[in-house]
């Protein structure tokens, strides 16, 4: 069975360019979650989702943050525009429902962000 | 607020050797508890966890943790590593019926032939 599927894996952009990142969770996970990974550190929660209702969106910046989950299913993280502060990895996490119960979270690759 | 503490940022250890990775958290009410794996290059991947029962609690590839509730605290520990083993190990922690959880700043663990 495939795991969470991040892209792009890795991403260069110059300060004040759009960025777009993307997820395919496992199939029939119905929460999705993106979290933020600065050097060094633990990661943040962005944004969870059940099922495309954005649940806790609370530590998202909404400022140049954005993020969607139509049907459900995949999700795309958009940053317009991008600060040098912006580079970190941006990880994406899948369960079934209840999955905080469990801490039973699948978690993709990762896309690192570069801003320069 | 509740807090996750790993008192160190790097361990390296030989191989064949026990290690022993600290976690410390801090809540006033009861708390579920796990170890994420991070290997080069891969997602993070649950290594155990503590929800209730036992206090001694037994993950892949030989680790196991035990939750004290007096020292508030989830030591993660191997008693033989292997070079497989290099990775980032992050603990976590969860308020129950809370919905978030919270990492640790992560442990770098480097196993040297």
């Known amino acids: 069975e495939a795991g969470v599927v991040q892209s792009p894996r890795y991403k260069i952009i110059e300060k004040k360019q759009p960025v777009a990142f993307w997820c395919n969770p496992i199939s029939g996970h119905n929460t999705l979650y993106w979290y933020l990974q600065n050097l060094g550190q633990g990661p943040e929660l962005l944004i969870r989702y059940e099922n495309e209702e954005a649940v806790d969106d609370s530590q998202l910046p909404k400022d140049r943050f954005s993020a969607e989950r139509l049907k459900g299913v995949d999700s795309t993280l958009k940053i317009q525009p991008a600060e040098l502060g912006d580079s970190a990895v941006y990880l994406c996490?899948?369960?079934?429902?209840?999955?905080?119960?469990?801490?039973?979270?699948?978690f993709g690759e990762g896309s690192r962000l570069t801003v320069l | 607020a509740q807090s996750v503490t790993q008192l160190d940022s790097q361990v390296p250890v030989f191989e064949e050797a026990p290690v022993e990775l600290r976690c410390n958290y801090s809540?006033?009410?009861?708390?579920?508890l796990f170890w994420y794996v991070q290997y080069p290059n891969q997602g993070l991947q649950l290594l155990l966890k503590?929800?209730?029962?036992?206090?001694l609690v037994k993950g892949i590839n030989g680790f196991e943790a035990e939750f004290n509730k007096s020292q508030t605290s989830f030591h993660l520990r191997k008693p033989s590593v292997h070079i497989s083993d290099t990775a980032e190990y992050f603990c976590?922690?969860?308020?129950?019926?809370?919905?978030?959880?919270?990492f640790g700043t992560g442990t770098r663990l480097t196993v040297i032939p």
């Open positions: 809540s006033s009410v009861s708390v579920y």
């Open positions: 996490a899948s369960s079934l429902s209840g999955g905080l119960n469990t801490g039973e979270l699948f």
């Open positions: 503590y929800l209730s029962g036992s206090t």
């Open positions: 976590a922690v969860i308020k129950t019926g809370a919905n978030n959880l919270f």
